[in-house]
């Protein structure tokens, strides 16, 4: 019996690549088809044809089990052996942040009134940090969508204690700047994604990178008094159509390249079979 | 005046002392041979022995903070008795000398009695399970017999294992990886909360420990043997299936109850060197059999209690679990409130089963004289708790039940070995096919 499982797993086995983890799993469902057959001996059955049927039967839709399997073991998130250090070093952050708060306010080395910022900057480092590792996390699978929504709310919570900062503790005039740098900051960077990732759409967000900072810019020059309001205004008005005759450039450059001769595709080899991995147990 | 040696206690003596409130601390062995032992010999190898393991001859000492072994001085009478007796006799002396309890402040924590009747002795011992387990006794047996014989023929050498008594030795069998994980295992597998007990009368200050045991002959357990042979399972498997189903019939449980019982298993498995490795101590862990109700007939309840023990067999820290929080507890605590801490957090199970395993009759043997019969049993439990232990020897296999009890507990347990019986009658006449 335990023979004609083998020769069954043997053959199965070959839907999916040969890993370390799917000849683990190989071995696991030989014994949980063995064990399959040892119940049903016990409960009495005696014809080893049916033990057999049935055993394999118990399995289910063991192809979808398997490509599922694989699926699951590349995707498999690796070990983490420092958990319980990350554990204690996060506590430990909580209560040194605390107490360091606790211990300047009282000490009156940081007023009340702005020792509270002590405790939020941490805890909008900690999202931060949150964001960045799940946007990391899905980035890995080459899904850009969601790490670009959670740098986008970093920048907007970094930029709002950048803010609160600079408004209890210094009197620099234009503090309220700071949410329109954030603007131009997520543009900025999401446009920079955009490329790396080679989304289809980054050029045209490029351009519009260009039209929203150039506004901003001549606002912001414009408050400050750095740069008149006349004739400061060509630099949003010439950004427009530097936008318009970029994209239109674009669009002939790729008009053109789909003309082109089109590339031979790679010839497919076929690869060989190890045979000792399927057959080793 | 010199001063006396102190020993450490270990992990598991501690355990152990603690386990007092469930049960008497004693193991016990009593073997039969088929002529007389020469009593110079034994009382020589006994010292020589005694000796050699310190703690054989130390007094327990309880402190708040940390408890210890204080090395005492005794003579071999404090060991060894021998009496001659009528055959009539024999039974009720072994009974009464097997149900006695050491102390833990007396100078000696084992006892030794050869018991003459008929030109015949028989071997009786107890040991304080603060010294070691069943899986050391049968070491501790074995050796005694080889160092007998090695006096009887002129070599009187004394050979017994005299190293660590750690708890820790149990990880030397895995590697860096897996050692980190099962030393970080501090689940509290006691903690099952399972109220099925067994049927005794109440407590009563009048109970007496008693060893009941009972014998499944050997055409029987031979028959018994085949069938689990045919099916793949082992005797274990067998007999806890036996057992689970008797207990339901016995303690008229609802078949459709889930019902759970610890069984021991000898961490030595774990161990590199096995028995031969460290020193005469514990190393006694358990695994949980669930099983979510009875069978029809045994056959069902086995293929149940297979579901539940080959979890535990796959899992290669069987047994290990729950050590660290025990290591953490009596380190970071001091000793009185750690066993308060552990009293707290450990349910004592209600029922249990102990295979104790095969008594070698060649390994056992004294110059000649054979080991015609003997089992080994667990230590004498107190109401409500009870235990089945298991020794196999010359093809028979021995059940005892200790227990503090009275003559209907007496009678309920004679009972419930007649179901059993029973039961292993109905599952070898239910697979007679395989039993030939």
Known sequence: MTERFKKYLEQEFRAIPPTKGAMEYRKATLVRLEEYAQDARIKGMTDEDAIYHLAIDSLGDFKSTLLKFNE????????????????????????????????V????????????????????????????????????????????????????????????????TTTLPYTWFTFLVMVLLIFAVDTTIAFLAKSKLAFLESQATLVVSSA??????????????????LLPALAAPVAVT????????????????????????????DEKYYTEW | MKRKQKIKAELWDKMQYLFRNYYDRMVHAVLYYDGLIDIPTLKTVLIGTTEKVPVLHSSFHDSAIDPYWVVEDYVVDDILTVKEVSQDALEDEIENFITQCIPVESKVQFKMAVLNAGGKSTLCMIVNHMCFDGGDFKYFLKRLASNYNSAISGAPVIDIKTGTRSYDQVYTKLDAEDKEVAKNLYKNISQVKDEHYFPLSPDHPSDKSMVNRSKVDKET????????????VTVNDLMLAVYMHSLYEFGNYPATDTVTIPCMVDLRRHIEGGEEAGGLTN????MQCSVEGVGANVNETLVKVLHSVRKSKKDK?????????????????????????????YLNPLIGMSNIGVLDPVALSLNGLNLVDGFMTGAVKYKPYMQLALTSLNGELTMTIAIRGNANDKKAVGEFFDIIHRNIADFIEHNKQYAE
């Open chain 2, 317 to 345: 820290y069987m047994g290990l679990y729950s050590l660290p929080l025990l290591k953490l507890a009596y380190t970071i605590l001091p000793y009185a409130i750690s066993e308060i801490a552990i009293k707290i957090g």
């Open chain 1, 246 to 273: 970029a994209l239109i450039l674009m669009l002939v450059h790729r008009s053109n390249k789909k003309k082109g001769p089109k590339v031979k595709k790679a010839e497919i080899k076929p690869t060989t079979v």
């Open chain 1, 216 to 233: 901003l810019i001549y606002v912001m020059l414009g408050i400050a008094h750095i740069m008149p309001w006349h004739p400061g205004w």
């Open chain 2, 221 to 232: 357990f031979a028959k018994f043997r085949k069938i689990g042979k045919h099916y793949g």
């Open chain 2, 283 to 286: 190393h006694t862990g358990f």
């Open chain 1, 105 to 168: 306010s009282l000490l009156h080395a940081v007023p009340w009134r702005t020792s509270w910022l002590i405790l939020v900057g941490p805890a909008i480092a900690s999202i931060i940090a949150l964001l960045a590792l799940n946007g990391i996390a899905i980035a890995k699978r080459k899904s850009y969508t969601i790490p670009r929504v959670f740098l986008a709310i970093s920048i907007v919570l970094a930029s709002t204690f950048v803010f609160l900062v600079l408004l209890m």
């Open chain 1, 72 to 103: 699951d073991l590349n995707n498999r998130p690796k070990r983490n052996n420092r958990r319980l250090l990350i554990t204690f070093a996060i506590c430990f952050s909580i209560i040194a942040v605390i107490g360091t708060y606790l211990v």
